[in-house]
């Protein structure tokens, strides 16, 4: 499992208000480039993002379920990436004196990722995850609605 932190300027609710627009979903995440549809009750558990990942013209339409969602502390995702597999996605938040700080956690679980040693995964989890996390700042901190 890969783990990033992040320090933002910014309340857990800001965070949690752009986790709970799944439309957003590409401006955060480091891979999706465009939704396709998200279910009427996102952010609920069972809810799905329908979203495609990749650079036109090599686009993957694929999903990301909500496994548990717990605002403004944390929310858990199942993010499928076929043919490289599915991940388990986890953002907890907490307050601190400065905002908020939010961890990152991913792991790959199923699919031929899950089977490549994290040796030589993890690097790339934690750059791309340090990503994630700054576009997710830029969205909490100016306050984007949903």
């Known amino acids: 499992m890969t783990r990033n932190t992040r320090e933002m300027a910014c309340t857990t ?5 752009v986790l709970a627009n799944g439309w957003l979903y590409p401006a955060w995440v480091v ?13 609920e558990p069972g809810a799905q993002l329908h979203h495609s990942v990749g650079v036109w013209p090599a ?6 379920e909500v496994l548990e969602w717990d605002p403004p502390r944390g929310i858990v995702l199942r993010a499928r990436g076929w043919p490289m597999g599915e991940a388990q996605v986890t953002l907890r938040a907490r307050t601190t004196p400065a905002g908020c700080q939010v961890r990152i956690d991913e792991e ?3 699919g031929p990722a899950a089977l490549i040693p994290r040796l030589f995964t993890a690097p790339m989890l934690r750059w791309r995850n340090a990503e994630t ?3 997710l700042a830029y969205l909490a901190e100016g306050r984007a609605e949903s």
Do not use: I, N, Q
């Open 31 to 43: 891979g999706a480039s465009r939704m396709r549809d998200v279910d009427e009750s996102w952010p």
């Open 59 to 64: 686009l993957l339409d694929d999903t990301t």
């Open 13 to 17: 609710d800001d965070v949690f208000r």
């Open 133 to 135: 996390l700054h576009r």
């Open 108 to 110: 790959p679980v199923k």
